[in-house]
């Protein structure tokens, strides 16, 4: 605990420095990268030898270790990511980058519902500041303005649920709510796709690989013992509803950080659903069920931490290369910056559940824990089972042609426009922040089956040889993809192409002839476009020679336009008809105050 407070109080005060150095750019950003360095080394280092020292494997590390790394990797990316990009707010990122990651890590640490309520606050308005950080921007002030009212409405329900005495209808409505809009539940989400094209790219991988994870953790801490039954059915239902919502809705971007975004949803969703299967567990006795997906659930929180922190800092080094983010106006990147490249590739296939990266593991044992349900549990749990199993592969299914998108219509192909053409690759240290995060994730790999082996758990030996097939599996493969390419490169350099490729006809093909990425996932999003609220835009081509033709699909947010933006229409009529309330008169106040007291008075008397 003493080198949690070392690390907690060197990364406050490194941003506290930070915000004293004011409009000198580089020594913020030196005092606030370098502090933010040294603490989330500090603390990762402590986590290890708590758990190598003491045996310490507490729920809590799972949620510490993607703050610690997110925090070192951010330390490196943000100075390059900032340099002609807001780097004269330096002091100010860096001050609540510090404030939010010092607050999450408090949060973790916390079991007082105070204490953990006012960190709580913290992390909300720190973060909230740095979603504001490109402050002049309309649309940066409209997604910072309703991330700041998604984290006081969770704040409000989880106040009202502290204060109730801990009774099980309170945490299935308030606590699940109040949580809920943190870890991005169907209908509270609504936030995440906003907030994270606006932050910048350090911010999104921490908020999205870090932040709203810890929704799970202040339903755990806070589950009370007398659990209602339907509390699993409920997590289980707002898992799957969202591991689908969001994928679906992910197809159907073309701005990179809200696809990205929308897949923290989905991933959010699965790991709603091992939660869910392992509360079902328990309730039917299935130990080993349960064991299996809280392993899963726990070991996907930590994959998600690397892989789609290194997707977002992909973003921002693409961002950084050609000036955008819509993915119509990229293409070809892949050879102006074949690291990003690369990096971005494979954390794609990591999160899609592919093999052989750390992704496919944590989604193998949450598939394993419901064919136990399926194969052990009753009717009941036989049918939830199944219908995860039936999710859990369409989910995966959709992710892996969500990822392909972006990767076809981001790196792959030719320039579509002069920025992309000129791309180049981000510096050396930014580079390195992503190599970092992805050989974290295959040590990841590695590591799994001896964390297992170390567990007293009597189902931790039985999980210690599945991983360690799963991981010789992975590292293997990966060894052998590896030692193809090389051989490529050594042995397969200048040879000349004999046959001209097929070219449909034209003499010279060129970008426009390609698929862009709306293009690609046009056929999907036309299958789901009764559950999403798509807007066309289409120019066809005139004459025999059409010069010009365009196709624009814009996709908004079914969640928002059918629901909050209606609930917003009811509150608005509401507030008119009972405006004359506000009539200045003070005497009309203090009355309106008594009579509310007085039915607060008569509602205890009843209560008695």
């Not at 973003?315 to 690291?339: F, N």
Request: one cysteine or more.
């Amino acid at each position: 605990m003493f080198i949690y407070v070392i690390g907690l109080a060197v990364m406050l005060g490194g941003g506290t420095l930070s915000l004293l150095c004011g409009k000198k750019s580089k020594a913020a950003s030196l005092s606030g990268s370098i502090s933010l360095a040294v603490s989330s080394a500090v603390l990762l280092t402590a986590i290890v030898l708590d758990f190598l020292l003491h045996q310490n494997s507490g729920m809590e590390k799972v949620f510490q270790i993607p703050i610690a790394v997110l925090g070192l990797a951010a330390a490196f990316f943000s100075p390059g990511y900032l340099a002609g990009h807001g780097e004269k707010r330096s002091s100010y990122y860096f001050f609540f980058l510090n404030l939010t990651l010092t607050a999450m890590f408090t949060l973790t640490l916390l079991k007082n519902p105070f204490l953990f309520l006012f960190s709580w606050e913290i992390m909300g308005l720190a973060s909230a500041a740095l979603v504001m950080f490109d402050m002049h921007s309309a649309k940066t002030q409209k997604a910072a303005f309703l991330y700041f009212v998604a984290c006081h409405a969770g704040a409000a329900f989880l106040i009202a649920f502290f204060l109730f005495p801990y009774q099980s209808i309170h945490f299935a409505l308030l606590a699940l709510i109040g949580f809920g809009l943190k870890i991005g539940f169907p209908i509270l989400h609504v936030w995440l796709p906003e907030a994270h094209p606006a932050a910048p790219a350090p911010v999104s991988a921490i908020m999205s690989g870090a932040m709203i994870e810890l929704g799970f953790l202040g339903l755990f801490v806070f589950m009370p013992n007398n659990l209602p039954g339907y509390f699993a059915i409920l997590l289980l239902f707002l898992g799957l509803l969202g591991a689908l919502w969001g994928i679906i809705a992910a197809l159907a971007q073309n701005n990179l950080k809200r696809l990205l975004a929308y897949s923290s949803m989905e991933n959010m969703g699965i790991c709603s659903i091992a939660f869910a299967l392992a509360l079902l567990a328990g309730q039917a006795d299935l130990p080993m069920m349960r064991f299996m997906a809280l392993s899963g659930a726990f070991l996907h929180i930590i994959n998600h931490a690397f892989l789609k922190g290194g997707l977002f800092l992909g973003a921002g080094a693409v961002l950084k290369s050609c000036g955008t983010l819509e993915m119509d106006k990229m293409g070809g990147l892949m050879k102006k910056a074949p690291h990003t490249g690369t990096l971005f590739t494979l954390n794609a296939a990591g999160l899609s559940g592919l093999p052989p990266f750390n992704g496919f593991i944590s989604e193998f044992l949450i598939y394993y824990a419901a064919f136990q349900g399926v194969l052990y549990g009753s009717g009941f749990l036989k049918a939830l089972s199944t219908t995860s199993l039936i999710v859990l592969a369409l989910t995966g299914g959709l992710a892996a042609a969500a990822m392909a998108k972006t990767i076809g219509g981001v790196f792959l192909g030719e320039p579509r426009t002069k920025e992309a053409a000129e791309a180049k690759e981000v510096t050396n240290v930014m580079k390195g922040s992503m190599y970092f995060l992805f050989i974290l994730s295959l040590v990841t790999t590695g590591l799994i089956p001896f964390v297992f082996r170390m567990l007293s758990n009597p189902f931790a030996e039985n999980l210690y040889r599945i991983t360690l097939r799963l991981a010789l599996f992975s590292l293997l493969t990966t060894l052998f993809i590896f030692v193809l390419l090389l051989l490529q490169n050594l042995f397969c350099k200048g040879g000349k192409r004999v046959s001209p490729t097929w070219d449909c006809g034209y003499a010279r093909p060129d970008a426009r002839m390609q698929y862009t990425p709306t293009a690609f996932t046009q056929p999907l999003v036309t299958l789901f476009a009764p559950v999403l609220k798509v807007v066309k835009h289409l120019v066809p081509p005139s004459g025999i020679f059409g010069k010009s033709a365009s196709y624009e699909e814009k996709v908004k947010d079914p969640g928002m336009e059918y629901f909050w933006l209606a609930l917003s229409s009811v509150c608005r009529k509401i507030a008119d008809k009972i405006h004359f309330l506000q009539s200045g008169n003070l005497h009309i106040y203090i009355f309106i105050v008594l009579l509310f007291l007085a039915g607060m008075l008569f509602f205890a008397m009843l209560k008695k």
